[in-house]
């Protein structure tokens, strides 16, 4: 089973639109959570960290559900720019610093 | 943005040859790791190294070797490389090795590398 989860997509939503995606994650003593952005042939950028009680940061809120392991990514009014691959990563307290990310889901916004 | 940078930004490479790559990092982190990313796979960490003392080392093949001189610099030598080898290599910091949200990794633009 896969440490981290996503629906690959691809998501082809058009401007204006919400869009949410969801990751799921196997190992219940994972400690930290993020969502990283990536554009193509780009290196992934930090978009947000994902608190327990949830959190927004402009049009993006991320929502942890630890009972259930997952996280989800809900984004307001798309942005042409909004699109990229969206990271779901996970941070297991196994030794050092050791992210596990997923293979992430691909947004496409369209005019 | 330039907290973290690598050289060269494109490498190809034959089977036999050696070469390394080299990552900097301007943010005052003691932390730094390598990843490997193949298509349609997800990033796979490689090493880490923290106050310059390799703390993590996740089965990678012996033909990678990392050093990390300083906590500014981490290089990957590479050696007799197969062409499944051919990925994008990120280098990453953080404040520090630890698993939480303070210790968020913040990633160089990458080596696209090919072996021929």
């Known amino acids: 089973r896969k440490e981290v989860e996503q629906d690959p997509g691809p998501f082809n939503v058009p401007e204006g639109a919400t869009v949410a995606f969801n990751c799921t994650y196997s190992?219940?003593?994972?400690?930290?959570f993020f969502w990283y952005r990536q554009d193509c042939r780009k290196e992934p950028k930090l978009l947000m960290s994902?608190?327990?009680s949830g959190n927004e940061d402009g049009r993006f809120t991320a929502q942890l559900n630890r009972a259930s392991q997952y996280i989800s990514l809900l984004i307001r009014d798309s942005k042409l720019s909004d699109s990229a691959t969206y990271l779901c990563v996970v941070n297991l307290p196994t030794g050092a610093n050791n992210l596990f990310f997923g293979t992430g889901t691909r947004l496409t916004v369209i005019p | 943005e330039t907290g973290v940078t690598q050289t060269p930004r494109h490498l190809v490479m034959g089977m036999t040859n050696k070469k390394s790559l080299k990552c900097e990092q301007h943010?005052?982190?003691?932390?730094m790791y390598w990843y490997k990313q193949s298509a349609k796979k997800p990033l796979e960490l490689m090493f880490v190294?923290?106050?310059?003392?390799?703390?993590e080392n996740n089965s990678v093949p012996s033909r990678f070797s990392p050093e990390c001189p300083n906590s500014s610099h981490l290089f990957l030598h590479l050696h007799t490389l197969q062409p499944e080898d051919s990925a994008l290599y990120l280098c990453a910091s953080s404040q520090d090795a630890g698993s939480g949200i303070e210790d968020t990794q913040y990633f160089g633009p990458g080596t696209r590398l090919t072996v021929l």
């Open positions: 190992n219940s003593a994972s400690q930290s």
């Open positions: 994902v608190y327990s």
């Open positions: 943010l005052g982190h003691n932390a």
């Open positions: 190294y923290s106050l310059e003392e390799r703390v």
